[in-house]
């Protein structure tokens, strides 16, 4: 692979576990096929994107095109942030964070393309955990919603169960249905 | 080879903006049912939670890996009860993971 195609993905596609994961499956599959297997283990991982537009969505005033517009704002990190107590959304907020991390993440990736000659091994670093610790920074705030904490727990141990089960993505959904435990009172 | 990358490129960039863009599309400018209004406000709790363990322990091929990132996670953890900012707990996590592996 030449170092265009990983910026262009981060330009046009801009989820990070999806990419990680197509380029993952391309990696394996280097013969010819691979990419109906790429796209599809990419876009499993981004499904997750489905109900939180459905969340953000009450909270959206505008007409289709722009509602469709919104959408694409949605990240892990900002969707998270831009979450309040009563259970709607920040949408300007969430536009703003997101309008800030793309810059960042299409820079960090032009960045990495040269920069993954020169650093060998980046989890020498520790840059492995650099994402897993921020979204456990924005996991303790939502821990206070009534309930959380239970969902939370079961979501991260039927995770732990299912890590070793394809496709990449399954235990991410799995644990994203203890949110219907909501469903109960 | 280079034909599969772009096409790979193109289809997810397609696949992800149609993802994003459906459910502000179906269900935009109406109010929730409260009851999924209950299960959207715990969303962000079973995901983040998720994301946070198959981030920790997931290694090649999906194999369950228990390795350093669980050292830096627990300093994490530390400084988070010690109500440090984001920016130093990801710091923490990170410095924790290299020492720990450059140690092993």
Known sequence: MGPIAPIVMSVIVFAGSAQFAALAVLAVLAAGGGALAAIIAGSLLNLRFVPMGIAIAPSLVHRHVGRAARGQTLVDASWALASREDGRFDVDFLLGATLIQYPAWVGGTVLGVPGGAIIKDPNALGLDVVFPAFFLGLLVPELRKPGAKLVALLGGAVALLLTPVPPAGLPIIAASLYALTGLRR | ?104
Not at chain 2, 36 to 43: K, S, T, Y
Not at chain 2, 62 to 75: C, E, K, L, P
């Open chain 2, 1 to 104: 080879m280079s034909a599969t990358v772009w096409i790979t490129v193109g289809g997810l960039a397609v696949t992800t903006a149609l993802i994003k863009a459906v459910g502000p599309l179906i269900f935009g400018g109406r109010e929730l049912h409260p009851v999924l209004q209950r299960v959207i406000l715990l969303l962000p709790a079973a995901l983040l939670a998720a994301l946070v363990v198959t981030e920790t322990v997931s290694g090649h091929a999906r194999t369950v890996t228990i390795d350093a990132r669980v050292a830096g996670m627990a300093a994490a953890c530390i400084a988070l009860i010690a109500r440090a900012q984001l920016l130093v707990v990801v710091l923490a996590a990170a410095i924790t993971t290299a020492v720990v592996r450059a140690v092993g």
